[in-house]
């Protein structure tokens, strides 16, 4: 494993794993506070069979983005938004919550020690995965002795190569994501086994993605996969409001503000299936791919095709307006550029 050659074709980079030098790897035991890992060749952990997540999913993960800009910046966008998030997800689940500023600055390290796997402007992002795992060995259903907090990159092209395209989803009548009371709204690794098979089945019938409506009524639209769910009709946009089945996306969170910054009225609410198969238009989003325009939705016999090719007008205004507002482009208003200095201090071991 070594930096991109001089021929490195970045137009190559799809949505998918492509090795990088680092990766930044702290511990802690339960009970005690974390003190700040160190940076290490990427590679093999070395894991107990009886550790509490190999057992029991004791695990959650992040996703964000570290892309440079029109102004040759290299910037995450919203990480503290990650780290409160990842705070939570740890409590929830039992383990020692890693601060906030350790978070970040173990994320800038990883960002800063692979450097050179930052895709040029405009063609793609260093994409980072903070990992929280507990490691220890433990037998009965229990919070694991000891944690280890992993941060890891991996260079990705654009979600949509050659522009927006819109995607056809189906509704899942038969699986729901999360239930009232249970681990849905934080990124937790147990969440997303169940959704393979369901999501597997819909793209052998050409769909790309399930809808999953809600465990109680089997009604209201939560979440698409794994990314979060708008409509928008009479220039309204509506999304299903937090009510702990939903993970709370921070690219969510960002469209709702934008929109509302750009004179739009924004709805959080339940969002029946049945109104959004009513609108004009819809998309999904999540930072893997922004903003995806969805081109139709099926629910049984019932197929509901949004607009001529799917990409909605208003869609396509939230996405330049983010894309840009992310590369520098377009200005940032709300401050959520966050810049990483490429020369910070790494703490580096090579054990
Ligand atoms: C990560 C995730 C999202 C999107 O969150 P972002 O912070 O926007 O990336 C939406 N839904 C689920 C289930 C997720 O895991």
């Given at each position: 494993?070594?930096?991109?050659?001089?021929?490195?074709d970045?137009?190559?980079?799809?949505?998918?794993?492509?090795?990088?030098?680092?990766?930044?790897?702290?511990?802690?035991?339960?009970?005690?506070a974390?003190?700040?890992?160190?940076?290490?060749?990427?590679?093999?952990?070395s894991?107990?069979?009886?550790?509490?997540v190999?057992?029991?999913?004791?695990?959650?993960?992040?996703?964000m983005?570290?892309q440079?800009?029109?102004?040759?910046?290299?910037?995450?966008?919203?990480?503290?938004?990650?780290?409160?998030?990842?705070?939570?997800?740890?409590?929830?689940?039992?383990?020692?919550?890693?601060?906030?500023?350790?978070?970040?600055?173990?994320?800038?390290?990883?960002?800063?020690?692979?450097?050179?796997w930052?895709?040029?402007?405009?063609?793609?992002?260093?994409?980072?995965?903070?990992?929280?795992?507990?490691?220890?060995?433990?037998?009965?259903?229990?919070?694991?002795p000891?944690?280890?907090?992993?941060?890891?990159?991996?260079?990705?092209?654009?979600?949509?190569?050659?522009?927006?395209?819109?995607?056809?989803?189906?509704?899942?009548?038969?699986?729901?994501?999360?239930?009232?009371?249970?681990?849905?709204?934080?990124?937790?690794?147990?969440?997303?086994?169940?959704?393979?098979?369901?999501?597997?089945?819909?793209?052998?019938?050409?769909?790309?993605?399930v809808?999953?409506?809600?465990?109680?009524?089997?009604?209201?639209?939560?979440?698409v996969g794994?990314?979060?769910?708008?409509?928008?009709?009479?220039?309204?946009?509506?999304?299903?409001?937090?009510?702990?089945?939903?993970?709370?996306?921070?690219?969510?969170?960002?469209?709702?503000?934008?929109?509302?910054?750009?004179?739009?009225?924004?709805?959080?609410?339940?969002?029946?299936?049945?109104?959004a198969?009513?609108?004009?238009?819809s998309?999904?989003?999540?930072?893997?791919?922004?903003?995806?325009?969805?081109?139709?939705?099926?629910?049984?016999?019932?197929?509901?095709?949004?607009?001529?090719?799917?990409?909605?007008?208003?869609?396509?205004?939230?996405?330049?307006?983010?894309?840009?507002?992310?590369?520098?482009?377009?200005?940032?208003?709300f401050?959520?550029l966050h810049e990483?200095?490429?020369?910070l201090?790494?703490?580096?071991?090579?054990?």
């Amino acid at each position: 494993m070594s930096g991109p050659d001089n021929n490195f074709d970045w137009d190559s980079l799809t949505f998918s794993l492509t090795k990088t030098e680092k990766m930044y790897v702290a511990e802690c035991n339960q009970g005690d506070a974390w003190s700040p890992g160190n940076i290490l060749p990427y590679g093999n952990l070395s894991i107990d069979p009886a550790a509490g997540v190999l057992n029991y999913g004791q695990g959650i993960f992040e996703g964000m983005k570290a892309q440079r800009t029109a102004n040759n910046r290299v910037i995450l966008f919203r990480p503290e938004e990650n780290a409160r998030r990842f705070q939570r997800g740890a409590a929830r689940l039992g383990m020692p919550p890693v601060p906030e500023s350790m978070f970040i600055d173990a994320v800038e390290q990883v960002v800063a020690a692979n450097s050179s796997w930052i895709p040029p402007s405009g063609r793609g992002a260093l994409y980072i995965r903070p990992v929280l795992w507990g490691t220890g060995p433990i037998m009965g259903v229990a919070p694991a002795p000891s944690y280890t907090f992993c941060v890891f990159a991996t260079p990705v092209g654009p979600y949509f190569k050659g522009g927006l395209s819109a995607i056809d989803l189906l509704i899942s009548e038969e699986n729901h994501r999360a239930a009232p009371g249970g681990s849905g709204g934080v990124k937790a690794i147990g969440n997303y086994a169940p959704g393979m098979m369901p999501s597997k089945n819909a793209k052998k019938q050409g769909f790309a993605e399930v809808i999953y409506l809600d465990a109680v009524e089997h009604k209201y639209i939560e979440e698409v996969g794994a990314a979060n769910y708008f409509c928008i009709k009479d220039n309204v946009l509506y999304t299903p409001e937090l009510t702990g089945t939903i993970l709370p996306g921070i690219t969510r969170e960002s469209i709702i503000m934008l929109a509302r910054h750009r004179g739009y009225e924004v709805n959080e609410t339940q969002v029946s299936a049945e109104f959004a198969m009513t609108a004009d238009e819809s998309f999904c989003c999540g930072t893997a791919a922004v903003i995806s325009p969805i081109a139709s939705i099926t629910q049984g016999e019932n197929k509901k095709v949004f607009g001529v090719g799917g990409v909605g007008v208003i869609t396509r205004e939230l996405y330049d307006a983010l894309t840009n507002l992310q590369t520098e482009i377009n200005e940032d208003p709300f401050g959520w550029l966050h810049e990483v200095n490429l020369n910070l201090a790494l703490n580096i071991s090579n054990e």
